[in-house]
């Protein structure tokens, strides 16, 4: 059984910073893109970042407003996905997801999420 | 930036009913788009990929349709457990969007 586990989120200050992880299992991990997407309270989804599978090598794309400020990164090793963030502003303020993607398909499963709060 | 439009926003409709969803994007995306179902207080879900492909696991009264940049999900004999607010998203290009969602009501 495919399993995505979100953790890491939490109340941050503007300005401050946060990593989030996603323990994956059940699944060839390096065999599969993986997403961050997020979704503002009472909102519509926003994809924000996507690190491609090994065989692409692993590049990265972000969207816009996230670019700078947000790292995503994996380690097909512990089969987890992180996204480094920083900069953090009060429109970040999100449910955070992840998803796997595997070739071919988009966003097949998904984690929980993790609440990410940014707040003085 | 491909923009993604859906129509309508929201719909109210009976037990037993066929339910059909439209999603535009603003330009040609082949059959680059994903559906899924969001259900109150859930991580969505995905229900189908490449415009008609059903997802492993997901009930046949789920399909899809189109391509270019008219795509459409129907839902067959509406259940109470089909409540929940679905989402179109283009995958051809970066950033990936996501429609806006229509929230199906019984």
Known sequence: EVQLVESGGGLV??????????????????????????????????WIARSRNK?????TE??????????????????????EMNSLKTDDT?????SSSAVGNCHDHWGQGTLVTVSS | DIQMTQSPSSLSASVGDRV??????????????????????????????????????VPSKFSGSGSGSDFTLTIN????????????????????IFGPGTKVDI
């Open chain 1, 13 to 46: 200050q503007p300005g401050g910073s946060l990593r989030l992880s996603c323990a994956a299992s059940g699944f060839m991990f390096s065999d599969h893109h993986m997403d961050w997407v997020r979704q503002a309270p009472g909102k519509g989804l926003e």
């Open chain 1, 55 to 59: 065989p692409s090598g692993h590049t």
């Open chain 1, 62 to 83: 972000y969207a816009a407003s996230v670019r700078g400020r947000f790292t995503t990164s994996r380690d097909d090793s512990k089969n987890s996905f992180y996204l």
């Open chain 1, 94 to 98: 999100a449910v955070y997801y992840c």
């Open chain 2, 20 to 57: 059909t969803i439209t999603c535009r994007a603003s330009q040609d995306i082949s059959t680059s788009l994903a559906w899924f179902q969001q259900k109150p207080g859930k991580a969505p879900e995905a229900l189908i990929y490449a415009a008609s492909s059903l997802q492993s696991g």
């Open chain 2, 77 to 96: 004999n509406l259940q109470p457990e089909d409540v929940a607010t679905y989402f179109c998203q283009q995958y051809i290009n970066y950033p990936f």
